[in-house]
Nanobody, 117 residues
């Protein structure tokens, strides 16, 4: 059973920083994509930052230059460093992994990030 557990969310003022962590456990192999999505109230879930196969990264335009995704060498933990936060970054942030021969998806339970103006 694959489990993704996020931590690090919270309330921060605009301009502040937060660091999210996602720890993965279970049978995860041949990772195709791993990273972060977010969903604001009344909005669709959207990509924030992910690692793709081969280790390259993909960022949403809205977070480029402010957010940085990183990971440990074993792909057990993925981080999202969020700087210069804006109120529009307020959302539930979800950890995501796609892996295996059948590109199976898994999601974490989500962690709330609230940025006050």
């Amino acid at each position: 059973q694959v489990q993704l557990v996020e931590s690090g969310g919270g309330l921060v003022q605009a301009g502040g920083s937060l660091r999210l962590s996602c720890t993965a456990s279970g049978r995860i192999f041949s990772i195709n994509t791993m990273g972060w999505y977010r969903q604001a109230p009344g909005e669709q879930r959207e990509l924030v930052a992910v690692f793709t196969s081969g280790g390259s990264t993909n960022y949403a335009d809205s977070v480029k230059g402010r957010f940085t995704i990183s990971r440990d060498n074993a792909w057990n933990t993925v981080y999202l460093q969020m700087n210069s936060l804006k109120p529009e970054d307020t959302a539930v942030y979800y950890c995501y992994v796609k892996h295996g021969a059948w590109y199976t998806d898994h999601w974490g339970q989500g962690t709330q990030v609230t940025v006050s103006s």
